[in-house]
């Protein structure tokens, strides 16, 4: 069974254009996050959300609105693709601190290519 | 803000070796340290998780060292094999949002062993 899956696997896009992304997770915790890895391979927070409630916000533009409609789920919708938006995007889940093992897991990543 | 460095930025040795590769912070103030695997196009691997209340975990072959006043931690791979050729990145979870804090990464240690 897979932790933490995202859909889909690669993606690629014309510029201007909207697309989502989506994210599961079956190990039961209660917090999910959004990372990109950008060209150079450098990993970055971009949102975290506990219980379905937005809790971080990295400075990121307000074309990427996440969502998550369970605590089991965490989307990513971005609207008006540019080109600097290609990068790999992870998903990941652990327990919010204080309420278990903090220990993150990660999807295997969308590969977003904007065209 | 919290930035985390890896040295060396790409490593190659023979099969057989033992090597380390080493992580540090610039806030000490953190909640853990993970370390984790990335194999190419693949998503991350979680290997450690080291509580700041500890100094060390292993996991077979693998011991990984946090010393938290210094800022420090290091990753110890014993008699190392081709499959371990991946890139290898340290993490912190820093207090913040709540409770679902995000990670903040290193660059990653590029590893090649050699047959």
């Known amino acids: 069974d897979t932790a933490v899956s995202q859909t889909p696997k690669y993606l690629v896009t014309q510029m201007g254009n909207d697309k989502s992304i989506k994210c599961e997770q079956n190990l039961g915790h209660d917090t999910m996050y959004w990372y990109k890895q950008d060209s150079k391979k450098f990993l970055k927070i971009m949102f975290s959300y506990n219980n379905k409630e937005l809790i971080i916000n990295e400075t990121v533009p307000n074309r990427f609105s996440p969502k998550s409609p369970d605590k089991a789920h965490l989307n990513l919708h971005i609207n008006s693709l540019e080109l600097g938006d290609s990068a790999v995007y992870f998903c990941?889940?652990?327990?919010?601190?204080?309420?278990?093992?903090?220990?993150?897991?990660f999807g295997q990543g969308t590969r977003l290519t904007v065209v | 803000k919290q930035e985390v460095t890896q040295i060396p930025a790409a490593l190659s040795v023979p099969e057989g070796e033992n090597l380390v590769l080493n992580c540090s912070f610039t806030d000490s103030a953190i909640y853990n340290l993970q370390w984790f695997r990335q194999d190419p196009g693949k998503g991350l691997t979680s290997l450690l998780l080291i509580q700041s209340s500890q100094r060390e975990q292993t996991s077979g072959r693998l011991n990984a060292s946090l010393d938290k006043s210094s800022g420090r931690s290091t990753l110890y791979i014993a008699a190392s094999q081709p499959g371990d050729s991946a890139t290898y990145l340290c993490?912190?979870?820093?207090?913040?949002?709540?409770?679902?804090?995000?990670?903040?990464f290193g660059k990653g240690t590029h590893l090649i062993i050699q047959p």
């Open positions: 990941a889940s652990s327990y919010k601190r204080g309420t278990g093992n903090t220990e993150a897991f």
């Open positions: 993490a912190v979870r820093v207090y913040s949002g709540g409770g679902a804090d995000g990670l903040t």
